[in-house]
């Protein structure tokens, strides 16, 4: 999962989980410069999730019970006035949320990107849920991104843009945690 503001080349963060050498047993390293801390939760308690051939080297399964790596809430996760990219190689069972900075209760708190019930890109932003017009297919490998340029939500899949659509509503930074794949 990659995590960047497009007009600083900035990295907010940047977790590969395509390299055994960066599971600890309990986190995921963060390969940019801020090093954000996370944990590794799996069905089975803290610690190493069942790892496989990905896209690209090896990667984590995460087995759709309970498994998520969370990272401390930290500003950079905050996009309320931001322009960001966020992008993951995904390979879904079902489809459901990719990352997510909301607490899940309070009306109009964060972000969550995932995939929708069709298979299209979903970005909910405080209320506001755009959808990509294409789909994504279950157990196949897709590249998955979408842009947040000012008053523009881009979905791309596979490196092609998507679906362009005007944002709208307003969106409340969140303390939550940053969550990556919660199933």
């Not at 459901?96 to 979903?122: E, K, M, Q, Y």
């Not at 897709?142 to 000012?150: E, I, Q, R």
């Amino acid at each position: 999962l990659r995590w960047g503001d497009p007009h600083t080349n900035g990295l907010a963060g940047l977790w590969h989980m395509n390299d055994l050498a960066t599971v600890d047993g309990s986190a995921i390293a963060d390969a940019s410069l801020h090093a954000h801390p996370s944990v590794l939760e799996t069905a089975e308690g803290s610690g190493v999730g069942k790892t496989v051939y990905a896209k690209l080297g090896q990667g984590l399964d995460f087995d759709g019970l309970d498994d998520v790596v969370e990272v401390a809430d930290a500003p950079a996760f905050d996009i309320a006035t931001s322009s960001v990219t966020l992008m993951a190689w995904i390979r879904p069972r079902a489809f459901g949320p990719i990352a997510s900075h909301a607490d899940g209760v309070t009306p109009g708190d964060g972000w969550v990107f995932g995939v929708n019930a069709a298979g299209a890109l979903r970005m909910s932003l405080g209320g506001f849920d755009p959808d990509g017009a294409g789909t994504v297919t279950l157990d196949e490998w897709t590249h998955v991104a979408v842009v947040l340029d000012g008053d523009r939500v881009q979905f791309y899949l596979d490196g092609m843009l998507d679906r362009v659509v005007l944002r709208q509503g307003s969106l409340t930074d969140s303390n939550a945690a940053l969550t990556i794949v919660r199933d």
